[in-house]
């Protein structure tokens, strides 16, 4: 459907600014055209085609009418399909067919602004609006308080427990494979997540209050927007994540003659230094730490334990000897009734937190790096240093959707961290570019953008307006400007100056021609009554040949504007020379004309000449000259005679050292300058522009200084350590207290953050790596079980894991249970009430199949055995508890559930020819 075809008015032409032929349709005009609407992407006897439909209403219908007629279009459409918000017209699909390129931002920048007119003149009720646009009236932000210096939990947000989400609590058990949706990082205050569970539950989690479920929710989150990532990196020529993987890397680590890859061998040498220890006490957190690996390695391998009875001798006082066997395997099946997997997970998070367990495992990880071949390290290493430093991730990043930039924080955290593993100096050297490619890449974006705070709207106007009369005199210009520019400085108000700012945006983007001028005044809805003045102006300034050089500096002044907190210098010249000096140090970077695409295209040379941007920088980012003049060379020689403000802070000459290290050879010829302007603004950088710098820049040291409660100072000191190469990123980057790890983890001096480590192993945190690593190594990790001789030993094992708190309620009954049932009893004595029956019945093994419980398979026999158990606890030998005919009884029951007689008889690890032939009698 065309757009002549969507006009049902027949006394008027669709909209186009500046056009006065144009007439508002009336209300009946508007229901006819909904019915037409309505009408796109109709099928019988299927669902409608929703995409096509609003798709059409954005793209097609909106722009045939004004913007105020699109907000009582708007109106009319909710009025007339009550399903409309339910179905078609949604903020959420919309967001997509943005994502998929069927329409672009200005599109959806038309929708929302069409929704919110309609709301604004009382055309779409409030809570029709509010699922497009923040319908509330927002007073001026207040400055954040400092954040609290304790680690008391914080009181969960208000809207983050709506919809029937509770806060998780101490009893709550959550695992990974459980989670199934998760919100993004930041999109609830102070740093909570919520998430719903398989079967159906709904959390809220603080990490302060718990660290280890908050990870691996956020671990959920990454994983399931992986693929998000790789597509990013796909369309920046890029590898995938699996081919930039350190720990994938081969090394000369070997167990049982196979090469271990680096994750696996960091954790075994780890492993294998706490064994190694003499001084090792029980109380370490070492020495609990490989208690858990153990743990962990028993419920997801099994465990081998020997199976013990008390045997009494009556011809020495009735003393008992303890009897042990060949050692035999307990499946996982029955390590989970025994030991508590989620309790295991937590403490072993807790125990990758603490200060003595984390430093030793990032001196493994250090040694198992160092025993991948040299060729293999450097490979990798540009592997990795090509994604950080790649302009084209940096755009990519800069266009996913606010739910997706916590996935790119995470992938530039890994991989500058990964290659500060393989190369410490190289990973500062590429945090550096990034940060100064997406610092370029936000300046342009803001500039495109034109979104400003009204704060930067403001300063911009009069920086740009300011500095023209003080050069009016040496311009040689007519003094009816001067005077001009003064009367709207001083008396337009900040309203008109807001007012100006959007007639220099339409400018910008559109051209100077007099027809362009027109448009641009008919598209700008103003606010303040000085239309008339504003026009005047526009029309001096045109006339002096000034218009697309102030233009051009406003737009530029407001956008370096909007990186900062609290403005950037006290005169407009002040003003305009640090907006000049930091387009001067983006516009020298190598990829400047790439990430200055926006610049290169809506700006004009002369703003640049206006703002006193070196000649070799403009022709860098490719920047044409076409309208400079007298005047505008007078305003900045002026600029170009203005200091610098100054910057007082700490490591203030490493800093500028480091950032004149980063400028590329255009801007030698003002090194000075350039980075004194840019260390202003990034002294009080407020994150806001277009984002990337303060978003992804997380992932280099910025992060907790980006969740809001830290100060202006904070954030600024962590974009500036990166931005100049000084923030200390490796080789210590798993050290506990060390800036890197502090700053991601908002962890105190003694703890690793769970973020950290879990990017470091590539899988679910620390516990998933534990996992991985067991499953394949667990015969590095529970050897020492096989050498164990005396049974006190193995009671002691499962003892000290119920003092760590993570066995089962009844695990000392199911242990005695256990090691009593696995026995042959071959030196049990004659007096045993019961051994005749238990000899005759060829006793002895684990006899269940490997993925049932033994506590489950022979429910009758160990309910007995519980209730004797039960009644006497601490008798002379269990073995008088065992009944064969209640274990007769479970197999007859499961005969049914045994028909793979063969394949049983084949693999079952307990069956004997001639030994217990009598299970399969059956």
Same mark, same amino acid.
């Given at each position: 459907m065309s757009v002549p075809a969507l006009n049902l008015q027949t006394k008027a032409a669709t909209y186009v600014p500046g056009n006065g032929d144009y007439k508002s349709p009336t209300k009946a005009e508007l229901e006819e055209l909904a019915d037409k609407l309505h009408d796109v992407g109709e099928k019988k006897a299927k669902k409608d085609d929703y995409d096509r439909r609003l798709e059409s209403l954005v793209s097609e219908f909106l722009p045939t009418l004004s913007p105020q007629d699109r907000g009582r279009f708007i109106g009319t459409v909710m009025e007339k399909d009550k399903g409309a918000l339910d179905s078609w017209l949604q903020k959420d699909r919309l967001d997509k067919l943005v994502d998929n390129g069927r329409l672009d931002d200005s599109d959806r920048k038309r929708l929302l602004d069409s929704v919110g007119r309609g709301f604004g003149d009382d055309h779409i009720p409030k809570d029709k609006a509010a699922e497009f646009v923040d319908t509330g009236r927002k007073p001026a932000p207040?400055?954040?308080?400092?954040?609290?210096? =304790?680690?008391?939990?914080?009181?969960?947000?208000?809207?983050?427990?709506?919809?029937?989400?509770?806060?998780?609590?101490? =009893?709550?058990?959550? %695992?990974?494979?459980?989670? /199934?949706?998760?919100?993004?990082?930041?999109?609830? /205050? =102070?740093?909570?997540?919520?998430?719903?569970?398989?079967?159906?539950?709904?959390?809220? %989690?603080?990490?302060? +209050?718990?660290?280890?479920v908050y990870a691996l929710a956020e671990r959920s989150y990454l994983d399931v927007g992986q693929q998000t990532i790789d597509n990013a990196r796909e369309r920046a020529k890029l590898d995938p994540t699996a081919k930039t993987d350190v720990f994938s890397l081969e090394t000369s680590e070997e167990v049982d003659g196979h090469k271990l890859k680096v994750g696996d061998a960091a954790m075994k040498l780890m492993i294998d230094e706490i064994k190694g220890k003499k001084d090792l006490y029980d109380g370490s957190p070492q020495a609990e730490f490989l208690r858990m690996v153990e743990a962990r390695s028993a419920v997801t391998n099994g465990k081998f334990v020997h199976p013990v009875y008390e045997n009494r001798h009556i011809n020495v006082g009735g003393r008992t000897k303890t009897e042990t066997e060949n050692l035999l395997k307990l499946e996982p099946a029955d390590m989970k009734e025994m030991l508590d997997e989620g309790k295991i997970n937590r403490r072993l998070d807790a125990l990758m937190r603490d200060e003595q367990v984390s430093a030793l495992y990032e001196k493994s990880l250090k040694e198992a790096v160092g025993k991948v071949p040299e060729e293999d390290r450097k490979s990798m290493a540009d592997k990795l240093a090509k994604v950080v430093e790649s302009p084209d991730y940096v755009q990519e990043i800069g266009k996913l959707p606010k739910w997706d930039q916590p996935r790119a924080q995470a992938d530039v955290e890994d991989a500058v961290s990964q290659l500060g593993l393989l190369d410490p100096e190289r990973a500062k050297s590429a945090g550096q570019t990034f940060a100064m490619n997406a610092l370029a890449r936000d300046i342009d974006a803001g500039l495109a953008d034109g979104e400003f705070t009204p704060e930067a709207d403001v300063d911009g106007v009069e920086a740009g307006l300011g500095a023209v009369t003080t050069a009016m005199e040496k311009a040689k210009l007519p003094v009816d400007l001067t005077e001009g520019v003064k009367e709207f400085l001083g008396k337009g108000g900040d309203d008109a100056k807001r007012d100006f700012a959007q007639v220099a945006k339409e400018l910008r983007a559109n051209g100077y021609a007099p027809e362009d001028i027109d448009k641009a005044f008919a598209n700008v809805d103003f606010k303040s009554d000085r239309k008339d003045s504003i026009r005047g102006l526009i029309g001096q300034l045109d006339s002096s040949g000034l218009l697309p050089s102030v233009s051009g500096a406003i737009g530029i002044a407001s956008t370096v504007r909007g990186l900062v907190n609290d403005g950037f210098g006290e005169t407009p010249e002040e003003k305009l020379a640090v907006a000049g000096g930091i387009i001067g140090m983006v516009g020298s970077l190598p990829d400047a004309k790439k990430l200055l695409s926006n610049?290169?295209? *809506?700006? =004009? *040379? +002369?703003?640049?000449?206006?703002?006193? %941007?070196?000649?070799? %920088?403009?022709?860098?980012?490719?920047v044409e000259t076409r309208y400079g003049n007298q005047a505008v060379s007078a305003i900045g020689d002026n600029v170009g005679a203005a200091d610098i403000p100054p910057t007082d802070i700490a490591n203030r000459d490493q800093i500028v050292e480091g950032i004149e290290r980063t400028a590329g050879d255009p801007a030698q010829g003002n090194l000075s300058r350039i980075s004194q302007s840019t260390l202003k603004v990034l002294s009080d950088y407020s994150g806001k522009a277009g984002g990337v710098l303060g978003v992804v820049t997380g992932g280099m040291g910025a992060a907790e200084a980006f969740k809001g409660d830290s100060s202006s100072a904070e954030k600024a000191e962590a974009v500036l350590n990166v931005v100049s190469g000084t923030l200390d990123l490796a080789p210590d980057v798993l050290k506990a207290g060390s800036r890197f790890v502090s700053a991601v983890g908002g962890q105190a001096a003694g703890a690793v953050a769970e973020r950290v480590v879990g990017a470091i192993t590539r899988g679910l945190g620390p516990v998933g790596m534990l996992l991985s690593v067991a499953s394949e190594l667990v015969s590095v990790f529970v050897n020492n079980a096989k050498d164990k001789k005396e049974a006190s030993e193995q009671y002691d094992w499962f003892s000290k894991l119920g003092d760590d708190g993570v066995t089962q309620g009844d695990w000392n009954l199911k242990y005695d249970y256990a090691v009593t049932t696995l026995n042959s009893f071959g030196n049990a004595r004659d007096y045993i009430n019961n051994l005749r029956e238990l000899r005759g019945a060829d006793w002895g093994g684990r006899q269940a199949p490997g993925d049932r419980s033994i506590f489950d398979f022979h429910r009758e026999e160990f309910a007995d055995f519980k209730g004797k158990w039960e009644k006497d606890r601490g008798a002379d030998t269990y073995v008088e508890f065992l009944d064969p005919d209640k274990r007769k009884a479970d197999f007859k029951r499961e005969k049914e559930h045994m028909d793979e007689v063969e394949e049983y008889m084949d693999k079952h690890p307990t069956y004997f020819p001639g030994y217990n032939d009598w299970v399969l009698e059956l």
């Open positions: 207040e400055p954040e308080p400092e954040a609290p210096k =304790d680690d008391k939990p914080a009181e969960p947000p208000k809207d983050i427990l709506n919809d029937g989400f509770r806060e998780f609590g101490q =009893d709550d058990r959550v %695992v990974y494979d459980d989670i /199934k949706n998760v919100s993004y990082p930041g999109e609830y /205050k =102070d740093g909570w997540l919520r998430f719903e569970t398989k079967d159906g539950g709904k959390f809220a %989690v603080d990490k302060a +209050s718990a660290p280890d610049l290169g295209k *809506g700006i =004009d *040379g +002369s703003a640049l000449d206006l703002l006193d %941007v070196d000649k070799a %920088v403009k022709e860098n980012i490719g």
